[in-house]
């Protein structure tokens, strides 16, 4: 084989080697930052993986709300209409968090069940529902009692 083509050869297999590398720890990345949503139906019935992280969406439970005195620490239950779910968190909440309103937990179900969360986020504004939730309270038949923002269609 001639010098020349076995330099080119060379140069070829490399930058090939190369772009498969980066192709690799590109996916790689996107993998570990992708945050599936589930639904408390779901989690319920074990379809969310245990320690990964995950989205999970729903309406707060009326009067599930409790906070501890002593640290920034709250529970509440999250609801899609037909099973709930236990979300713990360790922080602020947003101003907009309130019972009877949509929102989505970022965290990990532990082996209880529950969602440790570490972000939680709330509608911005009274019209608004992010779009996993309302389709799993369209599904489970909740979004026909959530009009307006407040449950039941109050206003």
């Known amino acids: 084989m001639n010098p020349v083509r076995k330099k080119r050869l060379f140069i070829v297999l490399a930058i090939l ?23 408390p139906s779901q989690i319920a019935a074990g379809e969310a993986p245990q320690g990964a992280r995950i989205r999970a969406g729903g309406l707060v439970e009326q009067g599930s709300v409790q906070r501890d005195a002593d640290s920034l620490a709250v529970s509440f239950r999250v609801t899609d ?21 949509g929102i989505v937990a970022l965290g990990r179900v532990d082996g209880d069940g529950a969602l440790q969360a570490d972000e939680v986020l709330a509608k911005h504004d009274e019209n608004y529902m992010p779009p996993e939730v309302s389709q799993a309270l369209e599904k489970s038949g909740m979004l026909k009692h959530y009009e307006g923002g407040k449950p039941g269609g109050a206003q």
């Open 17 to 39: 080697a190369g772009v498969g590398i980066a192709v690799a720890l590109a996916l790689s990345a996107l993998q570990q930052n992708i945050n599936l949503f589930y639904t």
């Open 81 to 101: 209409g037909a099973e709930t779910v236990t979300v713990r968190y360790q922080g602020i909440l947003p101003d907009l968090f309130r019972e009877g309103q």
